[in-house]
């Protein structure tokens, strides 16, 4: 192929995969609901079991399910068949995830789950199947034709399988009330663990606090501005907030061609600066500065002056 043909197939598979996509909106029906409201009412968890490329679906969809608060674990058939039915417990409901549903393993599999009690929701996209006729309860993945040029690797199947996991994952998540703390309590690792959990207060320095009087003059400010190195000192009257002095407002006052040695505070500071409690999430600090074009903020904990958190201790921590 030359690369027109490479650009028109690809975007040939694209259109097919969204097309299928669009249409599986017909089958969130009465079985979806039943579904859902079976595995949100269990007190087990949700097994998931699949083979070949609907297996790596399936692990897919338990990683989903249980970072959404729906406590769930994959078991490749052919490990069950081989000892790790031992994983499931009598309150587990049991999702089989199959194109045809009539593969060998499912058969041997299926009764034996029938005989200890659990319920078996079937994920597939053949309604006459061995799967679909043992099991209690069914998740239609139909498509017309695969995106392989022969209709044989799985492609479209594994797409719908996939956006039909997310469909119920989010569905239960609903349900549950499911709430960003409680997103972050199954998320404290890396860069969304951060952006969920990390506080201001854990990584301002309140000993760094850098602090000049309304009437102190531009040595002072000067000494406190560089010594602490934050880029700014706040300016403060009888304990309380009156502004913040930034280089950027020594560097507009410049600008001016005025006498800045003459100067005291009060005429240099920014009479109305962002202010962030430490309680605050360390990532809404960051899109405090971006939407304010700012590199500092005034922190404070319990309504007094505590610190300043600068931009470049947020970058640190690689949450931008």
């Given at each position: 192929?030359?690369?027109?043909?490479?650009?028109?197939?690809?975007?040939?598979?694209?259109?097919?995969?969204?097309?299928?996509?669009?249409?599986?909106?017909?089958?969130?029906?009465?079985?979806?609901?039943?579904?859902?409201?079976?595995?949100?009412?269990?007190?087990?968890?949700?097994?998931?079991?699949?083979?070949?490329?609907?297996?790596?679906?399936?692990?897919?969809?338990?990683?989903?399910?249980?970072?959404?608060?729906?406590?769930?674990?994959?078991?490749?058939?052919?490990?069950?068949?081989?000892?790790?039915?031992?994983?499931?417990?009598?309150?587990?409901?049991?999702?089989?995830?199959?194109?045809?549903?009539?593969?060998?393993?499912?058969?041997?599999?299926?009764?034996?789950?029938?005989?200890?009690?659990?319920?078996?929701?079937?994920?597939?996209?053949?309604?006459?199947?061995?799967?679909?006729?043992?099991?209690?309860?069914?998740?239609?993945?139909?498509?017309?034709?695969?995106?392989?040029?022969?209709?044989?690797?799985?492609?479209?199947?594994?797409?719908?399988?996939?956006?039909?996991?997310?469909?119920?994952?989010?569905?239960?998540?609903?349900?549950?009330?499911?709430?960003s703390n409680d997103f972050a309590k199954f998320h404290p690792a890396g860069i969304l663990g951060k952006k969920l959990t990390l506080k201001v207060k854990d990584i301002?320095?309140?000993?760094?606090?850098?602090?000049?009087?309304?009437?102190?003059?531009?040595?002072k400010i000067i000494l406190e501005i560089s010594s602490k190195r934050l880029g700014a000192t706040v300016v403060v009257g009888r304990g309380d907030i009156k502004g913040v002095i930034t280089d950027g407002d020594i560097r507009r006052f410049?600008?001016?061609?005025?006498?800045?040695?003459?100067?005291?505070?009060?005429?240099?500071?920014?009479?109305?600066?962002?202010?962030?409690?430490?309680?605050?999430?360390?990532?809404?600090?960051?899109?405090?500065?971006?939407?304010?074009?700012?590199?500092?903020?005034?922190?404070?904990?319990?309504?007094?002056?505590?610190?300043?958190?600068?931009?470049?201790?947020?970058?640190?921590?690689?949450?931008?």
């Amino acid at each position: 192929m030359d690369n027109k043909e490479i650009i028109k197939y690809g975007k040939e598979v694209i259109q097919l995969q969204s097309d299928a996509i669009r249409s599986m909106s017909d089958f969130i029906n009465t079985d979806f609901v039943k579904v859902v409201n079976i595995v949100n009412c269990n007190k087990g968890r949700l097994i998931i079991m699949g083979l070949g490329k609907s297996a790596i679906i399936g692990q897919k969809i338990v990683a989903t399910l249980n970072s959404t608060g729906c406590p769930s674990l994959f078991i490749h058939v052919v490990e069950a068949l081989h000892g790790d039915l031992g994983n499931v417990t009598k309150d587990d409901i049991v999702l089989f995830i199959s194109k045809s549903g009539n593969t060998d393993e499912y058969k041997k599999i299926i009764p034996i789950i029938k005989n200890m009690g659990n319920i078996i929701i079937a994920m597939t996209g053949n309604q006459d199947s061995y799967l679909v006729n043992h099991s209690d309860f069914f998740l239609n993945t139909y498509v017309e034709k695969e995106a392989c040029p022969n209709n044989l690797a799985p492609t479209t199947s594994t797409t719908v399988q996939l956006v039909l996991g997310d469909a119920l994952a989010i569905c239960l998540l609903k349900i549950k009330g499911f709430s960003s703390n409680d997103f972050a309590k199954f998320h404290p690792a890396g860069i969304l663990g951060k952006k969920l959990t990390l506080k201001v207060k854990d990584i301002y320095n309140p000993l760094s606090k850098p602090s000049v009087e309304l009437n102190d003059g531009f040595d002072k400010i000067i000494l406190e501005i560089s010594s602490k190195r934050l880029g700014a000192t706040v300016v403060v009257g009888r304990g309380d907030i009156k502004g913040v002095i930034t280089d950027g407002d020594i560097r507009r006052f410049l600008e001016n061609k005025s006498d800045i040695y003459k100067c005291v505070a009060s005429d240099l500071m920014s009479k109305k600066p962002k202010l962030i409690d430490e309680n605050q999430l360390a990532y809404f600090a960051l899109n405090l500065m971006k939407e304010n074009n700012i590199t500092q903020l005034v922190v404070t904990k319990n309504n007094i002056y505590n610190g300043i958190i600068h931009l470049h201790d947020l970058l640190k921590e690689k949450i931008n």
